[in-house]
């Protein structure tokens, strides 16, 4: 079971404009939507983006994510401190009786 | 309120067993799918297993297929995951998750987590 591919880190200074990558194969983004979530330290991770481009409520609208073929990306505009965190791509794959792959996660920091 | 809270972490000798649950409220719990998620020291998260939301489908990563099983009972908002011979490598923090009524939905309400240490 392959994991989904993300950039270990990203950086960028408050009122940037972010974008994190996530790709995948056929069986799992090529087919599927593309959930993301954000995990800070201590915390429980949160669902941040559902259905490849969809938000939860609560959710502020700096967070926006796409998807194309067999990848996605989350998009974070209007940088701010607190975003500072991990984030993680998810879809699921159909292979087998069908699981769940993750990205690898990928750093985020506020310079 | 919706929430999930896990229990029955702690350590265990490589070769043991442990059972953690996952306690469910605040929403229809025989609707949703249950996931459970580890991450291990430095490392990313990394999806578990599942069980569908009558618990007649269940699926396990590769890592652990065999050796771990799911459980659910309805009747007490809860799940099982039952972690049989296990490994160094399983030392982990434990979530579980609450899917949607598929796979492809994200998991939306999560656990604090609990840690399991596999260790002499």
């Known amino acids: 079971q392959s994991m989904l591919t993300q950039p270990p880190s990203a950086s960028g200074t408050p009122g940037q404009r972010l974008t994190i990558s996530c790709s995948g194969s056929?069986?799992?983004?090529?087919?599927?939507?593309v959930n993301w979530y954000q995990h800070l330290p201590g915390e429980a991770p949160k669902l941040l983006i559902y259905a490849s481009d969809q938000r939860p409520s609560g959710v502020p609208d700096r967070f926006s994510g796409s998807k194309s073929g067999t990848s996605a990306s989350l998009a974070i505009s209007g940088l701010q401190s607190e975003d500072e965190a991990h984030y993680y791509c998810?879809?699921?794959?159909?292979?087998?009786?069908?699981?769940?792959?993750f990205g690898g996660g990928t750093k985020v920091t506020v310079l | 309120e919706v929430q999930l809270v896990e229990s029955g972490g702690g350590l265990v000798q490589p070769g043991g067993s442990l059972r953690l649950s996952c306690a469910a409220s605040g929403f229809t719990f025989s609707s949703y799918w249950i996931h459970w998620v580890r991450q291990t020291p430095g490392k990313g998260l990394v999806w578990v297993s599942r069980?569908?939301?009558?618990?007649?489908?269940?699926s396990f990563a590769d890592s652990v297929k065999g050796r771990f099983t799911i459980s659910r009972d309805n009747a007490k908002n809860t799940v099982y995951l039952q972690m049989n011979s296990l490994r160094d490598e399983d030392t982990a923090v434990y979530y579980c998750?609450?899917?949607?009524?598929?796979?492809?939905?994200?998991?939306?309400?999560w656990g604090q987590g609990i840690l399991v240490t596999v260790s002499s």
């Open positions: 998750a609450r899917g949607g009524s598929s796979g492809s939905y994200g998991l939306d309400c």
């Open positions: 998810a879809a699921w794959d159909d292979r087998s009786a069908g699981y769940v792959v």
């Open positions: 056929s069986s799992n983004i090529g087919t599927n939507t």
């Open positions: 069980i569908n939301s009558d618990g007649r489908s269940t």
